[in-house]
């Protein structure tokens, strides 16, 4: 779990620091590439000095309740993963499909489920969907430039999925654009 949320932090251009006398195998990598850095200790009050987000992550829930402490303290805002209790935030479990993130929560009741939902999903919205994605941006381009807008109810129904994408699936972007061009019912904008 611990990977994933570094992996998102480094995605996203943060400067990761770990605090764990361990070491993840999958964090091994990282600290020798010098991507994050590792203190290999226990935590101790006073190591949140610099940060501004802080992820406990520990499997010692007397230790990610002193983190959410002394992060609290210091004014910073804290995620205790498995625990919403003391969390300023809820960090839901979520895949990438190029521009499309597909994002799961349970409000921090049960990370577990939240993380089967998205394995269950991440097997079912391929590439494709992050095809589709960029075709509608591309119409949208087309139609704003136009003058043209689309009401939300229409872009809804133009967008039927189970037309549109086995033609993305299988290459066919030139009909899936003819397609949900024909579908949406434009307005000129004022």
């Known amino acids: 779990m611990a990977f994933r949320k570094v992996r998102l932090l480094l995605d996203s251009g943060a400067d990761v620091t770990v605090i764990s006398p361990t070491l993840h195998p999958d964090l091994a990598p990282l600290v020798e590439k010098k991507a994050i850095h590792l203190i290999q200790r ?84 391929g590439k494709e969907y992050a095809s589709l994605l960029a075709l509608i941006g591309e119409v949208r381009s087309i139609l704003r430039d136009k003058g043209l807008r689309v009401d939300a109810e229409d872009w809804q129904q133009a967008l039927g999925l189970d037309a549109l994408i086995p033609l993305v699936k299988s290459g066919n972007l030139k009909k899936a654009k003819t397609i949900l061009l024909k579908k949406l019912r434009v307005h000129k904008t004022i």
């Not at 610099?50 to 804290?78: C, M």
């Not at 895949?95 to 998205?118: D, H």
């Open 42 to 125: 226990n935590y101790r009050s006073g190591d949140l000095k610099r940060a501004i987000l802080v992820f406990a992550a520990t499997d010692v829930k007397k230790t990610n309740h002193r983190v959410a402490e002394d992060a609290k303290k210091a004014g910073r805002l804290v995620n205790v993963v498995d625990d919403p209790g003391p969390s300023d935030f809820i960090a839901p479990s979520f895949f990438r499909r190029e521009n499309l993130i597909i994002a799961v929560s349970t409000e921090g009741v049960s990370p577990a489920l939240a993380r089967k939902i998205r394995t269950k999903l991440e097997e079912t919205i």
